[in-house]
């Protein structure tokens, strides 16, 4: 992948972001100042500095996992939905997935489950992030990246198309001609994005910043 050549490495490593405290909000805006700067220039992050960097953006810690259990209905369903999770996540992992989607429905009672966390988390632990780190970076990125779009309404799945849907019209003029005249609603496009941010259908994981 082209974030992983050797000047890429020097780069990142240049910009030392481990002086970053996470628990300072001040530092966690500097630091994410830097790495869009890195990701623009490098077209992504090296995997050996996710672990450091991806909980310092989230701005959280580990948190323990709730030790109650989710109504049987969102069992039912998070069993159902672990199997269907994209087996390069998930493989060896199973039990953990169910674990954190359980702990999160628990924790967000409001939104319970839904299709697409599971993928989500499946990347986490894939990366080598433990339960207690995968839940607390769900849980922050649940509500500050993708916030409403795993409600049981998709407020934010809507909401997030139809800021899509006006920068279509205002910077990709013909594609939205096109998308009108061949019938194709942008929801089609967005709905696996917000879901999933595009995790379901990676082709490799060490692509991915």
Same mark, same amino acid.
């Given at each position: 992948?082209?974030?992983?050549?050797?000047?890429?490495?020097?780069?990142?490593?240049?910009?030392?972001?481990?002086?970053?405290?996470?628990?300072?909000?001040?530092?966690? %805006? %500097?630091?994410?100042?830097?790495?869009?700067?890195?990701?623009?220039?490098? !077209?992504?992050?090296?995997?050996?500095? *996710?672990?450091?960097?991806? =909980?310092?953006?989230?701005? !959280?810690?580990?948190?323990?996992?709730?030790?109650?259990?989710?109504?049987?209905?969102?069992?039912?369903?998070?069993?159902?939905?672990? &199997? *269907?999770?994209?087996?390069?996540?998930?493989?060896? *992992?199973? %039990?953990?997935?169910? !674990?954190?989607? *359980?702990?999160?429905?628990?924790?967000? =009672?409001?939104?319970?489950?839904?299709?697409?966390?599971?993928?989500?988390?499946?990347?986490?632990?894939?990366?080598?992030?433990?339960?207690?780190?995968?839940?607390?970076?769900?849980?922050?990125?649940?509500?500050?990246?993708? =916030?409403? !779009?795993?409600? &049981?309404?998709?407020?934010?799945?809507?909401?997030?198309?139809?800021?899509?849907?006006?920068?279509?019209?205002?910077?990709? =003029?013909?594609? %939205?001609?096109?998308?009108?005249?061949?019938?194709?609603?942008?929801?089609?496009?967005?709905?696996?994005?917000?879901?999933?941010?595009?995790?379901?259908?990676?082709?490799?994981?060490?692509?991915?910043?």
């Amino acid at each position: 992948a082209p974030q992983e050549v050797a000047e890429a490495h020097v780069a990142w490593e240049a910009a030392e972001l481990t002086r970053y405290d996470s628990s300072d909000p001040g530092a966690t %805006a %500097a630091a994410r100042v830097v790495v869009e700067r890195l990701l623009l220039d490098h !077209c992504g992050m090296p995997l050996k500095h *996710r672990h450091r960097l991806w =909980p310092l953006l989230l701005g !959280c810690r580990p948190l323990p996992l709730p030790s109650l259990e989710p109504p049987a209905k969102v069992i039912e369903q998070i069993d159902a939905d672990v &199997p *269907r999770t994209r087996h390069s996540l998930v493989a060896g *992992r199973t %039990a953990d997935l169910r !674990c954190v989607l *359980r702990s999160l429905s628990v924790h967000r =009672p409001e939104i319970g489950y839904a299709q697409g966390m599971n993928q989500l988390a499946a990347v986490f632990l894939k990366l080598g992030f433990d339960n207690d780190m995968t839940f607390s970076m769900m849980d922050a990125l649940m509500q500050d990246l993708v =916030p409403g !779009c795993h409600d &049981p309404d998709l407020h934010g799945l809507f909401r997030d198309t139809g800021v899509a849907d006006i920068l279509i019209q205002t910077f990709l =003029p013909r594609h %939205a001609l096109a998308f009108e005249s061949a019938g194709i609603e942008v929801l089609w496009f967005t709905v696996d994005y917000f879901l999933t941010l595009g995790s379901a259908g990676a082709s490799h994981l060490g692509k991915a910043g």
